[in-house]
């Protein structure tokens, strides 16, 4: 094919066109990256795109030229009545390379990043959680091991050849029955397992948890609400929010009277901690690595998780050798620009450090907020514009 057939044929013309929109991609993402900090990066971001271009040009170039060499060599071969290159040997050579690198490549994941993937697990759940995690990734990675040697080891060894014909296998019900039966059966081992360790972790029956937490979500953090020394949580409602009630507390409910407002996440160790999780805009994800928790926060629908935390924070900042260790709460869906920055701290503490600290926290209920609510106690002199918008109360 000369350069003109290749420039023209549709192949390479649909891969540019792949090419190009994923160019254009790329920058449009670096665009929104990049947008806060204007122009300073423009120049950078420029020379990334044009580099790729460039690097893909030029790795594109080198097989074409290794390709025309190879296929120059082998008409050179046959035109002097030789035999020419042995295709189908070196192919099986590739695929045993393939095998090797790979395996290589594989083993390398799993030690290097593999490590890198959890942490030790710091809730009396999390244990069961590992031993199924584990459970999982041994048995697919015989299968992994197995099908990839089978795959490429029977694609080198029985390579195409002269001195052998290839064996025509139409049918074989045994081979078919195995491998429907062995899969499904693992299948279900792992699902039935999963199910058993989810019902366990989630223990509806006793959802009562030592502690009662709300934990909402919205664009670009999260919301932490604590009882109060009545240990209840007052109701909420949507409708009720505004700029100073960002949670709509209901507050016909007295039990809202005392919650407080947090910052960090105080929990004590080894209490069952309830989290009620609730989000406001779109759907955010509670996620806490450490105590193997993650579950969605859906708006309009709450939901819950209740877990016990094992290590202290100080505990874990001696083992981990960081005196700066935190756990941290994230949100685990990308649910906007701001997402990688949407998490909290979650600091674990004894019992008398979380009486002291849960001591010092502001009542959810601020002055600002009493007098916004018409509270008895709250100065007469109410703007006309912030009383119209208590109107909604009333509902
Ligand atoms: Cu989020």
């Known amino acids: 094919m000369g350069f003109k057939q290749l420039i023209n044929s549709k192949k390479t013309l649909s891969l540019f066109a792949a090419f190009v929109l994923f160019g254009t991609n790329r920058l449009m993402a670096q665009a929104t990256a990049a947008a806060d900090t204007a122009t300073a990066d423009k120049g950078a971001m420029w020379t990334g795109v044009a580099y790729y271009v460039l690097l893909f040009f030029v790795a594109s170039l080198c097989v074409a030229i290794l390709g025309k060499i190879l296929r120059v060599y082998d008409l050179t071969q046959k035109m002097q009545g030789k035999?020419?290159?042995?295709?189908?040997?070196?192919?099986?050579?590739?695929?045993?390379?393939?095998?090797?690198?790979?395996?290589?490549?594989?083993?390398?994941?799993?030690?290097?990043?593999?490590?890198?993937?959890?942490?030790?697990?710091?809730?009396?759940?999390?244990?069961?959680?590992?031993?199924?995690?584990?459970?999982?990734?041994?048995?697919?990675?015989?299968?992994?091991?197995?099908?990839?040697?089978?795959?490429?080891?029977?694609?080198?060894?029985?390579?195409?050849?002269?001195?052998?014909?290839?064996?025509?296998?139409?049918?074989?019900?045994?081979?078919?029955?195995?491998?429907?039966?062995?899969?499904?059966?693992?299948?279900?081992?792992?699902?039935?397992?999963?199910?058993?360790?989810?019902?366990?972790?989630?223990?509806?029956?006793?959802?009562?948890?030592?502690?009662?937490?709300?934990?909402?979500?919205?664009?670009?953090?999260?919301?932490?609400?604590?009882?109060?020394?009545?240990?209840?949580?007052?109701?909420?409602?949507?409708?009720?929010?505004?700029?100073?009630?960002?949670?709509?507390?209901?507050?016909?409910?007295?039990?809202?009277?005392?919650?407080?407002?947090?910052d960090t996440l105080v929990i004590p160790v080894n209490k069952s901690i309830r989290i009620n999780i609730h989000a406001q805009d779109v759907i955010h994800s509670v996620y806490m690595p450490h105590f193997r928790v993650q579950l969605n926060a859906v708006p309009g629908l709450p939901t819950f998780f209740k877990f016990t935390p094992t290590i202290l924070t100080s505990e874990m900042r001696r083992k981990t050798d960081d005196p700066k260790f935190e756990y941290l709460l994230y949100c685990n869906k990308i649910c906007g620009t701001g997402h990688y920055n949407m998490q909290k701290v979650v600091r674990v503490v004894t019992q008398a450090e979380y009486q002291d600290w849960i001591a010092k926290q502001k009542p959810y209920l601020s002055e600002p907020l009493k007098k916004e609510l018409h509270f008895a106690d709250a100065k007469p002199s109410i703007p006309v514009q912030a009383a119209s918008n208590t109107l909604a109360l009333n509902n």
């Open 83 to 262: 035999k020419g290159l042995n295709w189908n040997g070196i192919m099986g050579i590739c695929c045993a390379i393939f095998l090797i690198t790979g395996m290589y490549g594989a083993y390398w994941s799993l030690t290097v990043q593999g490590s890198m993937s959890l942490p030790e697990a710091a809730s009396a759940h999390g244990g069961a959680i590992d031993s199924m995690f584990t459970t999982t990734t041994i048995l697919t990675l015989i299968v992994f091991v197995i099908t990839q040697i089978c795959l490429f080891g029977f694609a080198f060894v029985y390579r195409g050849s002269d001195k052998r014909k290839a064996y025509f296998l139409p049918h074989n019900n045994t081979i078919e029955k195995i491998w429907t039966i062995v899969p499904a059966t693992v299948l279900t081992i792992l699902v039935v397992f999963g199910f058993f360790t989810w019902q366990k972790v989630m223990n509806s029956t006793e959802a009562k948890g030592d502690i009662n937490i709300d934990v909402t979500g919205h664009q670009f953090s999260w919301e932490l609400r604590y009882p109060g020394t009545d240990g209840k949580l007052g109701s909420t409602n949507f409708r009720l929010t505004t700029a100073l009630n960002k949670l709509g507390v209901n507050f016909k409910d007295r039990n809202s009277f005392d919650d407080l407002s947090a």
